[in-house]
């Protein structure tokens, strides 16, 4: 990879880590923070009401996606990403310094979710426009392998806040967790949001873009011309993208809570059996990636989706009859790691095949942001709620099968032949 290609990369995945990072300290501390911001003697209530504020954030995630969707196609993909670190650092600080219901009642509650939804806006743009410039900057035959960077590094800033989760919970008990443990991370997020504030305003702009301006082909209203001239291509990517989003948070953001919650692992085995799982999540991401070059990135994909048709049910009903054996549940949980890699490696270079350039970031920041709230960020509370009605604890995986079968019918469908 040239050097001057390889620092655009790192700088653009630098910014992305500290973004998940501070957005998925949330979901990680659900449990903490819905006790002491949502407080009832229910502790499915306090956990409803903690990823309810959860997903305020996903659902904040369209006008974000608007606003700098539109940025990033009319003034530049640089302008939005450096824009969108900033609204995650400000929020991620506060709620590390944010007054309980304890000491000052509902006004902490609503507080919360104010600052949830401004993360939210500010992921809405950030995660769309990275995929956006990330991959507009590579070439054709290695666009698969370096747009999955953008995904890879959301992972590992995710893989960032299961760890320091682990690592607190680990280090502290329930009642200093409690008091004062869970806010350092959320602390010194804004450091990280700051590095990479930095580091963003250094790159230089997406070549696609700077053609295409030079081109005159820039228009005023790339968000209408999308749902104008793309609606169906549109719909179909929601799909297609919908399995992303379900795969990850209802194994990664939401499975720590079913095993300490309905399993009743503590939280130190719980996190740390996630964390790992991630390591190989990015693996397989990359290793699917750089497959996607070599064949279709389609055929990859659907490889992956088939994977979880028949094989998510079999696995989670290992998960769930041995509580008491955690290597199994280990190893359960890495083979449905090779289905969420499997998917994620391609998606971000179909997406980006799948528009032309001057409606692109707004394409992306449309079908990313349409999928993450409604299947993503709503999928905790949907399970939660779902085994809390049922008393089942295999809704996980027929939910996230149903989603299997949608997404490979889309997937199927699409066409993805425009160039970056």
């Known amino acids: 990879m040239p050097k001057k290609l ?56 369209p006008l974000g996606g608007l606003l700098f969707g539109h940025i ?100 502290f008990d329930t009642i200093q967790l409690e008091s004062f443990g869970w806010r350092i991370p959320f602390l010194a997020g804004i450091f990280i949001c700051l590095v990479g504030y930095y580091m963003r305003r250094t790159v230089p702009e997406s070549p696609a873009y700077v053609n295409a301006q030079e081109a005159g082909e820039l228009i005023k209203n790339p968000v209408r011309t999308l749902f104008r001239d793309y ?86 009903t290992v998960v769930n009859g041995n509580a008491d054996h955690l290597i199994i549940i280990f190893l359960a949980q890495t083979l449905l790691a090779v289905g969420v890699g499997g998917y994620f490696g391609p998606l971000p270079a179909l997406m980006v095949e799948a528009y032309p350039t001057n409606i692109r970031n707004s394409a992306i920041s449309a079908t990313t942001n349409i999928s993450g709230p409604i299947f993503g960020g709503t999928a905790p509370l949907v399970v939660t709620f779902l085994i809390n009605l049922t008393g089942s604890n295999m809704i996980p995986a027929f939910y996230l099968t149903a989603g299997a079968v949608l997404a490979l019918i889309a997937l199927i469908k699409i066409k993805a032949n425009y160039e970056a």
């Not at 500010?122 to 290695?142: A, D, L, Q, R, V």
């Not at 095993?259 to 699917?288: C, Q």
């Not at 990636?289 to 028949?310: C, E, N, Q, T, V």
């Open 6 to 61: 390889a620092r655009t990369v790192v700088t653009s995945m630098m910014g992305n880590l500290f973004e998940w990072y501070d957005f998925a300290l949330f979901g990680y501390f659900a449990p903490v923070i819905g006790k002491l911001f949502f407080p009832s003697f229910d502790t499915i209530t306090q956990l409803l009401s903690a990823y309810g504020a959860f997903a305020a954030g996903y659902l904040a995630r």
């Open 72 to 171: 990033g196609d009319r003034y530049g993909r640089k302008k939005a990403l450096v824009l969108t670190i900033l609204l995650m650092a400000i929020p991620t600080a506060i709620i590390g310094i944010l007054p309980t219901y304890n000491d000052i009642g509902i006004t902490a509650s609503i507080l919360l979710i104010v600052l949830r939804l401004l993360q939210g806006i500010s992921m809405g743009g950030n995660y769309s426009g990275s995929i956006t410039f990330t991959t507009e900057h590579s070439p054709e035959k290695h666009r698969g392998l370096i747009g999955s960077f953008a995904v890879t590094s959301c992972l590992m800033g995710l893989l960032l806040g299961s760890g320091t989760a682990a690592l607190f919970a680990t280090i």
């Open 231 to 316: 609606g169906m291509v549109l719909f179909t990517m929601i799909l297609v993208v919908m399995l992303h989003d379900l795969s990850f948070y209802i194994l990664f953001m939401y499975m720590p809570t079913h095993l300490t919650e309905f399993l009743f692992l503590n939280k130190s085995a719980a996190f740390t059996i996630n964390t790992l799982n991630m390591v190989f999540v990015i693996l397989f991401t990359l290793g699917s990636a750089w497959l996607s070059d070599r064949y279709s990135r389609k055929k990859i994909m659907g490889i992956s989706a088939i994977l979880f048709i028949i094989g998510t049910i079999p696995l989670m």
